[in-house]
Every structure is written in structure tokens, then in C-alpha cells.
DNA sequence: CCGGCCACCTGCGGGC
DNA sequence: TGCCCGCAGGTGGCCG
């Protein structure tokens, strides 16, 4: 499911609640993640340790104590909510942590694509986290940076961008949005791009990304925000879903295409 | 090293 | 109603 604003707004709606707060214990429901769990170091670790900072880096949000960080991932279709204690679970509720103060962080994730790892004292060491390329909306994300990789690179440029290695947290929903705003057909191959056209798009990407974290995300199905509400970018999506519908540019009918494995929207005529 | 493909899993909507 | 199929926001790992 979620994508960078997704994260981004769930990361932002669990810190007020998990600042500074003690971890008063763990309750691992389902252990079967997209690794396991590793439930008996969580509950030799987490109790009695105390929330200094809650943090973002690509799609994953890092919970970081003073005993170590807990890297969640919410892989396809997982949430993230701050809830009082007495709230009885249900199905998908894989995970709790239970706070001193009688709130519980409650991990959902119907499809279990997510994960819920240990990473110790230096997270940004850890294997999911150590090869990752730069934050979309840094400084060093520009468009100098992706043309110099992108000469190097002979696949299509809508994979080239969801790469992570890349930049990191441009999944399939805002890839084709950024291409439609940057007038790219996403099949185009990246070394034929031009430097204009990677600025353009290096801009498109975080105009987009910024515009989805200010609605909250965007709900397509079962997103929701750590206080439950949905994100409401959807009503903003230009061409993503939209196979069919005219081009709001230049009113010719969008299309879909797989590629990649995944499909993607786009206008023939707009993109280029 | 790079690119392409698969797998992991559940729920939902559409067609019959 | 109910069953079956295809599809879904991600990404590590394997293969050639």
C-alpha cells in the first residue's frame, strides 16, 4: 500500500503519542511477516526502554529507544495506529506495543508484506537500510544527479525511478504521476533522456510527493491514518487508475500498460 | 553488474 | 448467492 507520503503521514501521526514515552511491554499475535518477528529479542529488549526519537528513511519508519531501534515496514497493505489499550484487536492486528502510559501502537497488515525488525544502536547500518539511494525531497536528489545515473541505465525510466537504490520511496502510484506532470512516457529508456527532462522530472517527483503528504497520503483501499482517517490525495491523482478517462492536459484518453509487472497510466499524447 | 521475473499473502470486485 | 479469477500501494532474492 503505502508509499513515501503514506509513511511519511503515519511517521507523523504516531510521534506525538510515542515521544518520550517507556515501552511497557510487546504482544506479537503473528510473527509470520515478511520475516519473522523476532518476538523473544523484542520482549528481552523493549520493556522499560524508553522512545527518544520516531524518524523516517524510504518507506520504512524507525522507532527509535535508548536500548536500540525497531525498523517497521508497512509493506503492501500494513497501518500503523495509536489506540487506548482496552480497544480489542482484530483479524490483522499482528502486533502491540503496549505503553506505560495505557496507550497501545498497534501494527496491522492484512497481506503480512510488512516488517517488524530489531536493528540495534546504528540502524542506518542495516542491510534493508545501508544501500538505499537519497530522500526524494533532499537537496540531493536533483536533476544533475539523476541524469548522471540515468545515462548508465538502459531500462525503462518508470522502473529506473521506482529503484531504490536510485532515490528511495517513489512507488507505482506517484511514478506515473510524476511522469504525466514531467510529460515522460514511462517506458521511455533512461539513458535517452536528456538533462532538462531528468530536472523536470526530479521536480515533478517532489512536487508530487509533497503535494500527497499534505492531503495525508492517499487511500486507495485500506489506507488509513494513524488516527484513522483516510488520505485524501486520491481526489488529486491525474492519471493513476484514471485508464480510460480523458487527459486532463489535453483531453485524450489515458492508458494503461504493464511494465514491469506493474501496471502504469499514462497519456500517449502529453508523454513523450 | 544489470535487468527481468517470481514470490510472499489476503481481500475485494467483477463476471458468470 | 456463490465461486473463480484477476488484481492490488512493495521489494528481496534468484536467474540468465
Redesign the pocket.
Known amino acids: 500500500?503505502?508509499?513515501l507520503p503514506?509513511v511519511e503521514t503515519t511517521k507523523n501521526g504516531i510521534m506525538p503519542h510515542l515521544a518520550e514515552q517507556t515501552i511497557d511491554s510487546i504482544v506479537v499475535r503473528n510473527a509470520?511477516l515478511?520475516w519473522p518477528v523476532p518476538s523473544r529479542m523484542l520482549k528481552k529488549q523493549l520493556p522499560g526502554a524508553k522512545i527518544t526519537d520516531v524518524s523516517r528513511r524510504?518507506?520504512y519508519i524507525l522507532i527509535t529507544t535508548n536500548q536500540g531501534t525497531l525498523i517497521v515496514?508497512l509493506?503492501?497493505s500494513g497501518s500503523i495506529r495509536v489506540l487506548d489499550k482496552s480497544v480489542k484487536p482484530e483479524?490483522?492486528d499482528h502486533i502491540d506495543l503496549l505503553l506505560k502510559n495505557g496507550a497501545v501502537l498497534r501494527y496491522r497488515d492484512?497481506?503480512?508484506?510488512g516488517a517488524f525488525v530489531w536493528a540495534g544502536n546504528t540502524p542506518l547500518q542495516h542491510p534493508?537500510l545501508a544501500e538505499l539511494g537519497p530522500e526524494p525531497l533532499q537537496a540531493s536528489f536533483n536533476g544533475k544527479y539523476l541524469y548522471t545515473l540515468a545515462q548508465?541505465?538502459?531500462?525503462?525510466i518508470k522502473?529506473f525511478i521506482m529503484d531504490?537504490h536510485i532515490v528511495v520511496g517513489v512507488?507505482?502510484?506517484y511514478a506515473s504521476e510524476s511522469l504525466f506532470l514531467a510529460h515522460i512516457h514511462p517506458k521511455r529508456i533512461s539513458n535517452t533522456l536528456t538533462l532538462t527532462e531528468c530536472n523536470q522530472l526530479c521536480k515533478t517527483i517532489k512536487q508530487v510527493l509533497k503535494q500527497a503528504i499534505k492531503s495525508g497520503?492517499?487511500?486507495?483501499?485500506?489506507?488509513q491514518q494513524a488516527d484513522g482517517k483516510p488520505?485524501y490525495f486520491k481526489q488529486k491523482l491525474l492519471v493513476y487508475k484514471k485508464q480510460g478517462e480523458p487527459c486532463s492536459y489535453c483531453g485524450s484518453q489515458i492508458k494503461s500498460e504493464i511494465i514491469?509487472?506493474?501496471?502504469s497510466f499514462y497519456c500517449t499524447r502529453c508523454q513523450k
Do not use: C, Y
Request: charged content about 30%.
Open positions: 500500500m503505502p508509499e503514506e509470520k515478511r524510504a518507506k515496514h509493506g503492501m483479524k490483522h492484512p497481506r503480512r508484506f534493508l548508465k541505465s538502459k531500462r525503462a522502473l531504490h512507488g507505482n502510484i497520503g492517499t487511500t486507495l483501499q485500506d489506507f488520505g514491469g509487472q506493474r501496471n
